[in-house]
């Protein structure tokens, strides 16, 4: 076994990783436990379930270490997937499955420094690995929260669709379903284009209802622009903005967000929604009310 761990070395180099793998996982997965229980659903974990398919992963791990880079190995696909079914029944989120991960890599990699005592570049792997951590854990969390908003809010439309009466019912359910969906939305309303003009067909919030039925021309106020422009517009400041109709509450409503509703190739309507305490709409709020514009032009235009 000596000559084996040896010829596993290169010549006056560290033992290879993958061999250490093979002759210390039961050591790397005792470390592993020890700082993966800092998580708040591993804590509760008895050791079997805590542990379920590391073992098989570290061993993956060294198949594909040995066997190259360029040659696949057929338990680094079975081993994770199952791992991850069942860290999703037993309560994990996304970021907690990349977290204990992230934790047997800084595991595997701070115990291999010591076996061969080669601290000095292992630390600025650790050091980098962890930033690298922590930006797609950050990611992680906001791609899911956003999605799940989004599937929500997708959902109350779909419903509102199907639950409403007439063109004017469903306006009125979409913004409805808008403003419960994007708790920071306070006011919207629906600019629909008739003939050269665009007038409010629907209104929900105190800033915005006063302005139902009011008729304004392209470029007269943000909606406005909105259709001039097939952009989204931005108001931080609606006190101050000369876009914005008089026909809103400005006291009522700090910032706005106008979306264009393009079928056909034309824009055949604008939703804005505004906030009053927020100087702006967050970037995972504006995903949302594009999402739903996009998804309320595809109603109309079928």
Known sequence: MADEAQLDRSP?????????????GERILRAWSDRVRALPVPQALPDGLLRDHL???????????????DVGCDKTHRAPDIHALVRLEVGFDLREVVAEYAVLRRCILELWAEETGDLAPIRDILVFDRAIDEAVGVAIAKYTAARERTLRALDAISNAALSSQGIQNFLQSFLVALRETSPIVDSAAIYVAEGEDLVVRAAVGPALEASLGTRVSP???????????AVPIDSVD????????????????????AVPLEIGGRVAAVIVVGAATARALSDEDRLIVRTLAARQAAVRAS
């Open 55 to 69: 073992p098989r992963i570290l061993d993956a791990l060294a198949c594909a270490l040995e066997q190259g880079e």
């Open 219 to 229: 470029g007269e106020c943000l909606a406005g622009h909105a259709v001039l422009t």
């Open 238 to 257: 609606t006190r101050v903005d000369p876009r914005v109709s008089a026909a809103i509450d400005k006291e009522k409503l700090r910032s706005a967000y």
């Open 12 to 24: 006056g180099g560290p033992l290879r990783l993958g061999t250490f793998l093979r002759s210390s």
